[in-house]
């Protein structure tokens, strides 16, 4: 039984990367999956750099990359570089 799990190890860290794929994408990647019938929404947490860090007063979404609501929506599909520390998608 020992050599069976010895020599099979890389089965069981196939099956668990199978089963945790969101997941570790998710983290790696920041790969965010749009269901066909739903479209995604981002808010963004924070900026770090540039001019445009806040959203002007009496503004609700943000146009130019500041931190809030953005304009830009996701369509069903898969997008790479929604960090899940700074990036927020809602369906």
């Given at each position: ?14 099956l ?34 540039g ?10 979404i ?30």
């Amino acid at each position: 039984m020992e050599a069976l799990i010895s020599n099979y190890w890389w089965v069981l860290v196939a099956l668990l990367c199978m089963v945790l794929y969101k997941y570790i994408l998710r983290f790696l990647f920041g790969m965010v999956i749009v269901p066909e019938d739903r479209i995604g929404l981002i808010t963004k947490k924070f900026v770090l750099f540039g001019s445009d860090r806040e959203l002007p007063d009496g503004r609700i979404i943000a146009v130019k990359g500041e931190a809030g609501f953005q304009g830009k929506t996701l369509a069903p599909g898969l997008y790479f570089g929604m960090w899940f520390w700074q990036y927020s998608v809602t369906m």
